[in-house]
């Protein structure tokens, strides 16, 4: 019962004027003179007021328009209300690929799943790289989120947003035997094989340099392509090797060979043994198979 007279007061409210399209950020007196001739009479570049955001209705009523005419010396009466609303389109499919295209910078494949289809103003499409989501399943053909914009009035941004499978021929290191953990690789136990993967993987190995010589954190089978967070870059002495060990001390020097202990990087100590006497130290790594002693470090 009370939804009745609230129903007949929305069907006595006067219906808004059909809306002008503008497709900048202010309206001018020659916008209005499009509609009013009368403002014809007045400075077409007359700023009336600002556009409002895309998807609303800027309304003026004929006794604002009468008010700014008179504050121009134009008398009017009896004019129209005027209604401008921003010229609004839903993006269309080819541009959101082409805007995905030019972000990537690569040829892959783009396959739209679903994208926003709410009417957007006009401007450029944008689609930045650090808003692509990375597929969390269904391997490179994944769908995922990609969120953009349109940039229009100069600076200001309209949402939207693509889910997608993208997909593009690359190259991947793979295991061709099984690969022991904690031994550098070798040239012999790996190949370079081209696939179809996602094109901002930066995770997977896509060269031969960034895997040989490089010592794996654990086992890596046979087939498997090999990932950057699965190896470290092999130390300059590994555990067993024979190392130029180099004693300063005072105006004396001193250089013997001893046996790497255990494996270290340039500038960390480690321990080496004197294959003579049998006794350990600790030395500091300065470049591969050379280690040097403190002058007051026993030999």
């Known amino acids: 019962m009370i939804q009745i007279p609230f129903l007949l007061a929305l069907a006595g409210e006067p219906a808004s004027p059909a809306c002008r399209t503008i497709s900048r950020p202010e309206i001018f007196a020659s916008d209005v003179a499009a509609a009013v001739p009368q403002f014809n009479a007045l400075p077409s570049d007359l700023r009336v007021g600002y556009s409002p955001m895309p ?41 959101i690929v082409a805007a995905m295209r030019a972000s990537l910078g690569s040829d ?7 994208s926003s289809n709410a009417p957007a103003p006009p401007g450029e499409l944008v689609f930045p790289r650090n808003t692509l989501q990375f597929p969390s399943s269904g391997g490179p053909r994944g769908e995922v989120l990609w969120r953009g914009y349109i940039l229009y009035n100069e600076n200001r941004r309209f949402g939207v947003w693509a889910r997608v499978k993208i997909a593009a021929n690359m190259t991947r290191v793979v295991a061709i035997q099984e690969i022991a953990a904690g031994r550098p690789i070798q040239k012999e136990q790996v190949r370079l094989e081209s696939c179809e ?3 901002l993987d ?7 340099d960034e895997v040989v010589g490089f010592v794996p954190r654990q086992a890596i089978r046979t087939g498997a392509p090999i990932l950057k967070n699965q190896i470290d870059r092999a130390p300059e002495v590994m555990r067993g090797d024979t190392v130029r060990v180099e004693v300063q001390s005072g105006g004396a020097h001193l250089v013997l060979e001893a046996r790497a202990q255990t494996a270290g990087a340039k500038g960390s100590m480690i321990m080496v043994k004197n294959p003579s006497s049998g006794r350990g130290f600790r030395a500091r790594v300065i470049d591969k198979g050379r280690v040097a002693v403190d002058a007051g470090g026993s030999q």
Not at 75 to 92: I, K, V
Not at 108 to 114: D, L, S
Not at 202 to 208: G, Q, V
């Open 108 to 114: 892959a494949g783009i396959e739209i799943v679903e």
């Open 55 to 95: 998807g609303n209705q800027r309304i003026f009523h004929g006794v604002e328009l009468e008010r700014i005419a008179k504050a121009q010396g134009l008398e009017l009466t009896s004019l129209p209300d005027l209604c401008f609303a921003w010229r609004m389109t839903p993006p269309r499919a080819e541009d």
């Open 197 to 199: 993967d996602f094109p």
């Open 202 to 208: 930066s995770l997977t190995a896509r060269n031969l």
